[in-house]
């Protein structure tokens, strides 16, 4: 009598099971109300409140004002800080309590599925709540369009790398979801606030205006302001957004859980 053995490979997920999961993910976002609509409206408020107190005096000779100056770069990064830290390390954090990563490992849709999906999902909501930001202040506010249209791209790209990276180092060392959503809010306002968020860096004792600049909202609104008045970018724009995105790598490879 003879046996036969027969093995079952696993397939690897094609691109219908990441739609799938994608779309997934994008419902569960579009479901949870405050993590759709604040991260769209808190940057908007932030902007109707701000534009009328910017003076409407061009800065230079191209035209640019204060909108354009700090306005809109501080609106912009609020929009990449808000979902970077809040968002995406809440989700990620919830799943790993409750399990869903661990059964996902036991599958061929790894856990790594889940953050990718979460990554793209929240670049969507991303470019929604700049979009919103942008027309509002081209419709309402008569905003400069920007000296180079392809730097703001960048920039825009490495500001919302770098705010995912710290969201990733909080996903990684928060222990459960509730202290995600502690250490987030403690890093989204702390870092807002050094950075300009609540009345512009010019209110701060001026020590606290030196090491806002090396930090990352302050680096990313600098960045963003500069790329879009076609000022020159000075290193400590950039050092501090790439800084924290491989930090995230280092910190994610060496702590992060997904049980």
Known sequence: MTTTQSHITARRPGPRSWGILIKSEAKTLARDYASLLLPLGLPLLVLLTSASMASSEAIGTDGFTAFEFYVLPIVLTMVFAY???????????????????????????????????????????????????????????????????????????????????????????????????????????????????FGGRSILPEPLQEVSQYLPFGAASDLLAATWTGQPVEPTMIIPLVVAAGASVLISLAFFRWE
């Open 83 to 197: 979902i970077g830290m809040l968002n995406m390390p809440t989700y990620l954090s919830y799943y790993r309590k409750s399990g869903i990563l661990r059964r996902l490992g036991a599958t061929p849709a790894s856990p790594m599925m889940v953050l990718v999906s979460q990554i793209v999902v929240n670049a969507l909501l991303s470019l929604i709540g700049i979009a919103l930001a942008l027309s509002v202040s081209f419709v309402f506010f008569d905003a400069v369009a920007p000296a180079s249209a392809l730097a703001v791209a960048g920039a825009i790209l490495l500001v919302m790398v770098s705010m995912y990276g710290i969201g990733m180092i909080i996903a990684s060392l928060a222990p459960t979801m509730n202290a995600a959503i502690a250490l987030g809010i403690i890093l989204f306002l702390g870092l807002g606030a050094l950075g300009g968020m």
